[in-house]
């Protein structure tokens, strides 16, 4: 019974994202032209193959930006909490941080970021 408030706004969510989606598929306009479902790029007339190859190294540098972002958000609670936390606390951030840095160390170390710098960008 005490998971009864988290089950029901989960099913309250459910009802509302599905009656949403149906509200709209049912009363928005369905007319449609060669203008209207032309792809529009920022105002930008789009150009060539859309399935032309593109670096890998942008999919990488990407998934490595999440997954440093998301550990830097760790550090919030600790920042607040740090006085009730006391030196365990403290201990426990010190081994987060250095995990982190033996990360950020490894990528650089196996050129997966390479901060020579070519024409003042990344590489």
Known sequence: ??????????????????ATIGITHLLGPKRSSV???????????????AR??????????????????VEVIFFYPWAVNFRALGWTGLVEVVVFTC???TAFVYLVKHRVIDF????????
């Open 35 to 49: 203008q209207k479902d032309a792809a529009f790029e920022c105002g930008v007339p789009s150009e060539g193959d």
């Open 99 to 101: 995990g982190v840095l």
């Open 52 to 69: 032309s190859p593109f670096s890998v190294k942008y999919c990488v540098i990407a998934i490595l930006f999440v997954l440093f972002d």
């Open 1 to 18: 019974m005490t998971y009864l408030p988290i089950i029901f706004l989960f099913v309250a969510v459910a009802a509302f994202v599905f």
């Open 116 to 123: 020579e710098k070519t024409d003042g960008r990344i590489k």
